[in-house]
């Protein structure tokens, strides 16, 4: 069972259209995640289809796994790149997301995905800044991100298949999605994340640099919602420093 003949009309900025798009567009990779098919986007209006909604089950979470270590291999141009056609100026959630290539990690997160945030929220995260570098891990090639990847972007369909919907899609380590799959919950996480390590294996101590890379969503949700999301993104940051 697939998407209905039936589509999904959303309205948001024309920039966050363009963005949401493209992303979606760039997304759809032989042996990924299905992604739903976009019919237009003009306007501040994106037509696509719409999805119906199933269980989460075991086995959909084991080849969600598979299909998503195929998107992150599918790779990027550089970290920080757009998609496509999208905009150096695109969104996570309501706050604005710049797309802005570089050929580092490191510095790049450090400059792009936790000062700007870090700064808005008033937080300090100088010390993890200052040490991202070592805190980093082994280096890693630019993976194709869906860059928002909390389970309320996970849809769970009702052929059996895991799609996704939302993106914020830009080129990243691949951690950070899974962190982000990790922050807020995901139905058999353990079974999706043990299926994409045999796809494709993370580097020793992935599970020490989880809250590093959670740094970028928790920000976000600082800036856009404040009250316990600083003390979580403070609480991330020590954690991060402790690895």
Same mark, same amino acid.
């Given at each position: 069972m697939g998407p209905r003949a039936a589509v999904r009309t959303k309205r948001q900025t024309a920039?966050?259209?363009?963005? #949401?798009?493209?992303?979606?567009r760039w997304l759809r990779v032989p042996g990924g995640p299905p992604v739903p098919f976009v019919h237009s986007a003009d306007g501040g209006v994106l037509v696509m289809d719409e999805i119906p909604h199933g269980t989460p089950n075991l086995q959909a979470a084991v080849t969600f796994g598979r299909r998503l270590a195929a998107l992150h291999l599918a790779g990027a141009p550089a970290f920080g790149a757009p998609p496509p056609d999208g905009p150096r100026e695109a969104t996570i959630g309501k706050a604005v997301m710049v797309n802005e290539p570089a050929a580092e990690w490191?510095?790049?997160?450090?400059?792009?995905?936790? #000062?700007?945030?870090?700064?808005?929220?008033?937080?300090?995260m100088s010390d993890v800044c200052a040490r991202i570098e070592e805190l980093?891990?082994?280096? #890693?090639?630019? $993976?194709?991100?869906?860059?928002?990847?909390?389970?309320?972007?996970?849809?769970?369909?009702?052929?059996g298949q895991v799609w996704l919907i939302d993106p914020a899609a830009h080129g990243g380590h691949r951690e950070s999605d899974l962190a982000m799959l990790q922050l807020f919950g995901c139905p058999y996480l353990d079974h999706v994340l043990?299926?994409?390590? #045999?796809?494709?294996?993370? $580097?020793?101590?992935?599970?020490?640099?989880?809250?590093?890379?959670?740094?970028?969503?928790?920000?976000?949700?600082?800036?856009l919602f404040g009250g316990g999301y600083r003390a979580q993104a403070e609480a991330a940051a020590r954690a991060a420093l402790r690895s």
């Open positions: 920039g966050a259209t363009a963005a #949401e798009a493209a992303g979606l490191p510095s790049w997160f450090a400059s792009q995905r936790i #000062e700007p945030y870090a700064r808005q929220a008033g937080i300090d980093a891990g082994p280096p #890693e090639p630019p $993976a194709r991100l869906h860059g928002d990847l909390w389970s309320g972007n996970v849809l769970w369909g009702a052929d043990g299926a994409y390590r #045999e796809v494709a294996p993370l $580097a020793d101590g992935w599970q020490a640099r989880v809250p590093l890379h959670q740094l970028f969503p928790l920000l976000v949700h600082a800036v």
